[in-house]
């Protein structure tokens, strides 16, 4: 029996969803940027090895892990950023807190300042970037938006 459907080329798709279904949270992009954060203070606290040459193996190793899980963490809050930008803050969002653009831009541009270099400064612009937008996410649902582990990252 003749499948109308068999000649279609089905393809992997990936989606979030593009209606107002409840579920956007700023977390995965917090996760990210702290992950971004603590991968930096790994690469900045990593030991050179003296010249033995599997010492210098194990360390290139550690070195280039910690790399790529920051700039994959860097790119995930790209990501998850862009999400919220794009499909849950709407006009009365942006005219209640008309920075929130600038917040956005500021965001996606750490997180690349992020990939490209090994800067605690940047990284922890990154974390408290991130949660300001948090901030004004809980604010819109009118949740009072607070970071228990702010003071222990700030001092």
């Known amino acids: ?5 068999s000649w279609l080329k089905v393809q992997k798709v990936e989606a979030h969803c593009d209606i107002p279904c409840g579920i956007y949270d700023p977390i995965a992009a917090k996760i990210a940027s702290q992950t971004v954060q603590k991968m930096v203070q790994r690469i900045q606290a990593l030991e050179k090895p003296a ?20 700039e994959d963490h860097a790119e995930i809050c790209k990501h998850e950023l862009r999400i919220l930008w794009a499909d849950y803050f709407r006009p009365e969002h942006v005219q ?10 500021n965001a996606e ?47």
């Open 1 to 5: 029996m003749f499948n109308p459907l």
């Open 51 to 70: 010249a033995d040459a599997n010492a210098w193996a194990g360390y290139e190793n550690t070195l280039s892990r910690y790399i790529k899980v920051k």
């Open 96 to 105: 209640q807190y008309p920075d929130l653009h600038t917040k956005f831009w």
């Open 109 to 155: 541009k750490l997180a690349g300042r992020n990939k490209q270099n090994v800067d605690m400064q940047a990284a922890q612009e990154l974390v408290s970037t991130v949660d300001d937008i948090s901030r004004i996410f809980w604010a819109t649902k009118n949740v009072q938006y607070s970071d228990p582990n702010a003071q222990a990252r700030y001092g």
